[in-house]
């Protein structure tokens, strides 16, 4: 492929087989073609690497690179980027389903509105099944003009998965990669944040599922995650849990002081993430309730195969 394609897309992967499949073929059918997909199979043991190899040898916008052992899951995502040669980027995930039209969307949404650093859409959560069981409403200040705003929604009202939106590859190369502490894609979201406000396309084109195996629930603790995201992190000498709640506060710290605000909005923000703090450090009973994503009005009555390429739509 020598034409330098205007989108990159990274998808790490591990032991992925069930998924798989299925999520290429959302990928590789969208009506936006203009880039490559970057995939790095993190030494999986299961079918993941014969699903890839068939994939790449179909379609040549697909780069396919093995790990020789298990790197985890935080480097895995940052060899993608790396070897991304896209204006913009994306990270996807293994296990999730994309609307066909949501590329098209997110890109046209970053040209018309250039100060815009992310865009995104609307999603849901699927099961194993496909079968809609949760629709959320955005609710983030993220499109707001003011970093400080969009920092403190950011904080305060987590929600959204906008790590896994289209971003300007020019401000991911200005921030720090993704780390291996506790929620350290919301460090990184942050950082991306301060940088430019996020854009959420008002339509349902990206389904998260949730299944026994996703990361998150097969590895329930701080630490199982945390040695998800780097081995390195298992041992309990080294990475005492109480280190990786300290380098998850230290990370927003870091977030604020490396991103492009002037003085002002740098000491708001640092009044946001000590009150944030001031508000963790309360009993769970005594802390102000985070109000939850709403859920759509037609949340359980979206058909996920007429809008994701691949899929027969059913009678």
Known sequence: MSRVPRLSIGLPVYN?????????????GQSYEDFELII???????????????????????????????????PNHNVVFREARGELFKWASHDDLYGRELLRRCVEALDEHPH???AHAWHAIIDGADAVTERFDYRLATDSPHAPERFRSLLFAPGGDDFYGVIRAEVLRRIAPLD?????????????????????????LYFRRD?????????????????NLDP??????RHPTVRLLADYVWGFVGVVRRAPLSPTDRRQCY???????????????????????APGSDALTVAVDTVVPGRRPTS
Do not use: M
């Open 232 to 237: 390195r992190r298992v041992d309990r000498l």
């Open 180 to 204: 291996s502490y506790h929620h350290a894609d919301r460090t990184i979201v942050a950082e991306i944040a301060l940088h430019g406000p996020f854009h959420q396309v008002p339509e349902l």
């Open 16 to 28: 992925g087989e069930q998924y798989l499949a299925e999520a290429l073929d959302a990928l590789l």
């Open 271 to 293: 009044r946001y993430l000590t009150q944030w703090l001031a508000s963790r450090a309360l009993p769970q009973r005594l802390r102000p309730a985070a109000e939850p994503p």
């Open 116 to 118: 815009v650093v992310l």
């Open 211 to 227: 299944h026994p195996t996703r990361a998150e629930r097969a590895n329930p603790t701080k630490r199982t995650r945390c040695a």
């Open 40 to 74: 790095s199979d993190n030494a999986s043991t299961d079918g993941t690497a014969d699903i890839c190899r068939h994939y790449a040898a179909q379609d040549p916008r697909i780069r396919y690179i093995r790990q020789p052992h298990n790197i985890g899951a935080a």
